[in-house]
């Protein structure tokens, strides 16, 4: 984030209007004091009319436009308002928190419900992404040492691909040069842009960043924060500068949930393995489609992961409820009666072997899942369901990443690498330990036959 931009939201004294549209508000402005929150929102706060009586009548507003000593913002995405009443001539105060400020922005081009282009930023994932910004050369004289090092920045050809209500997304590098002659530094993180041809709310062309996003936290296993961004209005398509975006949820890890270890070690996948630009283009479909399914793969990674017991009914109920939905569909493979059995089947092969015997994995994965619900006796193993609930966390990802991209491809990426392999061990010593706090499904009785 700009300098400007940090002094801005460190604190900053101004003038705000609600509901600007073109330099238009719906009320008076209001002297106040904006200010950015230990968990990335924006709280704005200002003193409210002695005279007037707005506690019944107040409507929420849709945005908040302020010109402050450091600048002009834009607030959107209003999460709560609260006002604070006093007596005995003290001041009351309104209280609003956003969790985006758009920064830069002039009065006459922030109109309400036009925006036309959002980005954000992502550094650290341009191997994943496959995408090359930078080559560095390194030249040596004849002993060896180093004489010089030439970089070459160079953006990289965009990838576009289009999603519904008239929308495109697409992905792209970008390169900011920074710093004084002797003191250069190179910003170039991988651009991911949604816009339209025509304006949209803000927060429609912000989800399908969001839901990718949550591709990235899953491969890296952590929240991976974007590093600013870029938005476009559609009341003037040209501006000289485009204003910045500061959003909380992609660009600050929530509290209790952790980072990645590490950027530079290998992802689980990579865009390559789901099917490039098109595949993202399809993941956000199933998001908008199946958010059921959707909450259970990624919600660790925005809110933090739950306990065991919680953790592991909810993986297996989205396995449950995304086999019963194929079921209701007509596919074939569906109608296996056992349904974390049929979605091994599916994926196949790949984690036949990673699991050991998917027959015994669904009967153990089963009958605990049947007994932590029903049987008040069951003490489990916090332990073994922890294994489980990966297990199956990981069958269901990959279930779903091969069907965003087509191929087979991803689940077999996914149960090869590094990062679940010593859970994959774990799970095949489960299985075979017999005195393991875990149990089987029961198997339906065979009826006599009649003499």
């Not at 495109?168 to 250069?184: N, Y």
């Not at 509290?255 to 996948?269: D, L, N, Q």
């Amino acid at each position: 984030m700009e300098e400007k931009d940090e002094s801005l939201l460190s604190g900053s004294l101004g003038y705000f209007w609600e509901d600007v549209r073109l330099g238009k508000s719906s009320g008076g402005k209001a002297r106040g004091f904006l200010k950015r929150l230990n968990d990335g929102n924006v709280q704005l706060e200002y003193f409210l009319d002695e005279e007037s009586d707005q506690g019944d009548t107040y409507k929420f507003p849709k945005c908040i436009y302020g010109a402050t000593v450091n600048g002009h913002v834009l607030l959107l995405d209003l999460v709560r308002s609260r006002v604070t009443r006093r007596t005995h001539g003290l001041p009351s105060v309104r209280t609003q928190t956003a969790g985006t400020a758009i920064l830069g922005v002039m009065p006459g081009h922030a109109k309400l419900d036009a925006v036309t282009s959002v980005s954000v930023f992502f550094p650290g994932v341009t191997h994943w992404a496959g995408l090359q910004t930078v080559k560095e050369e390194a030249r040596s004289d004849d002993r060896g040492r180093g004489k010089s090092v030439s970089l070459h920045v160079e953006a990289a050809p965009k990838q576009e691909c289009r999603l519904s209500k008239g929308r495109m997304i697409s992905i792209a590098s970008h390169w900011k040069l920074g710093g004084t002659v002797d003191d250069r530094s190179i910003f170039a993180p991988v651009a991911l842009e949604c816009s339209a041809r025509r304006a949209q709310p803000f927060r429609d062309l912000l989800d399908p960043l969001v839901q990718i996003q949550d591709i990235l936290n899953i491969a890296y296993a952590g929240f991976v924060p974007a590093r600013g961004g870029r938005v476009r209005f559609a009341a003037n398509e040209s501006p000289p500068v485009h204003p910045r975006v500061w959003c909380a949820r992609v660009m600050q890890a929530p509290e209790g949930v952790a980072a990645p270890k590490s950027m530079t070690a290998m992802p689980m996948f990579s865009l390559g393995h789901i099917g490039g630009i098109r595949g993202l283009a399809r993941w956000v479909k199933f998001c908008d489609q199946v958010p059921r399914v959707h909450r259970a793969l990624s919600l660790g990674y925005r809110i933090g992961v739950a306990n065991v017991e919680a953790r592991f009914l909810e993986v297996a109920s989205a396995i449950e409820y995304w086999v019963a939905l194929q079921d209701q569909a007509g596919l074939q493979w569906a109608q296996e009666k056992r349904r974390p059995l049929a979605l091994a089947n599916r994926v196949g092969k790949d984690f036949a072997a990673w699991v050991g015997d998917p027959k015994e994995w669904d009967s153990v994965f089963a009958g605990t899942y049947n007994a932590v619900k029903h049987d008040p006796k069951f003490v489990p193993d916090p332990y073994a369901l922890s294994h489980l609930a990966g297990s199956g966390w990981l069958l269901l990802l990959s279930a779903i990443l091969n069907r965003t991209s087509g191929t087979k491809l991803p689940g077999k990426v996914v149960m090869a690498s590094h990062r679940n392999a010593d859970l994959g061990r774990k799970v095949c010593d489960l299985l075979a330990d017999p005195n393991a706090r875990i149990k089987r499904r029961e198997e339906p009785r065979r009826k006599r036959k009649r003499t």
